[in-house]
């Protein structure tokens, strides 16, 4: 999203502009997307970055869901 890529120190200099036609993202504090990022690789079996990545996506959101519905949030995977 453009406010995300606004704020993404990485992306300094190379905007002059922007329009955030969306509301802004609603960001998680770190403590919470990381346990959220553990209860995840929990959830599909994986214990690295590696690993996840190689994880079918049907798989993927289906933890997602059941991720959602542990923690009562309908995104459980926010920005950070």
Do not use: D, K, N, T
């Given at each position: 999203s453009v406010s995300c890529l606004v704020g993404a120190p990485s992306t300094q200099g190379?905007?002059?502009?922007a329009i955030?036609?969306?509301?802004?993202?609603?960001p998680v504090p770190m403590a919470s997307a990381s346990a959220?990022?553990?209860r995840l690789c929990e959830l599909v079996g994986v214990s690295s970055v590696a690993e996840l990545r190689s994880v079918d996506v049907a798989e993927l959101v289906a933890?997602?869901?059941k991720?959602?519905?542990?923690t009562g949030s309908g995104?459980?995977?926010?920005?950070v």
């Open positions: 190379l905007f002059r502009r955030a036609q969306s509301g802004g993202p609603m959220a990022a553990s933890a997602q869901v991720l959602a519905a542990e995104m459980a995977l926010s920005p």
